[in-house]
């Protein structure tokens, strides 16, 4: 009997135990705006918004973005089922001690959990396109995230390829 408990302990230890997922890239898409050929358009989807945008030239010169716009979008996750494990140790004034051993599992698992993130738009354009079109590998997109208040990043991604014609 002591056998199959530590067995079951260990069993639910190991179920309970997930390893943290590597950080995935933030969600992004970037391409040349519909019926406007010399403007880059990015949108990105994070928990903080984007502050500022440009698109850098090989020789460092940065475009920035005239427009970027934000919107604040709910979004619900579901933790799954979250099992519990308990043991106890129980004593009282009549000298008996007892103990005890539990396993909890929410029937209709756990409640979804509801966060916010910031959808930013930015637009911005390009002056020369012939040297864009030349040279595009060698662009990028600089995108400045959050506030020196809220923990401020920087990233970076590569310039889109320009549209065709």
Known sequence: MR????????????????????????????????????????????RQPVEQASLINPDGKAFV????????????????????VGMGVFGGSSGGVSSGFGIGFPFFGSPPTTDSVVQSHALSRVDDMKAYGADWPRWKLH????SPETS???????????PDG
């Open 143 to 146: 995108l400045r995230l959050g």
């Open 3 to 46: 056998s199959f408990l530590c067995l079951a302990i260990l069993l639910l230890g190991a179920c309970s135990h997930r390893p943290t997922p590597p950080p995935a890239p933030p969600p992004l898409t970037v391409g040349f705006a519909a019926g406007l050929p010399d403007v880059v358009e990015v949108t990105m989807v994070d």
């Open 152 to 162: 401020e990043r920087d990233v970076e991604f590569p310039a889109p390829r320009p």
């Open 65 to 84: 973005a005239y427009q970027i716009t934000r919107d604040r979008l709910a979004v619900v996750s579901d933790p799954g089922i979250a099992a519990g």
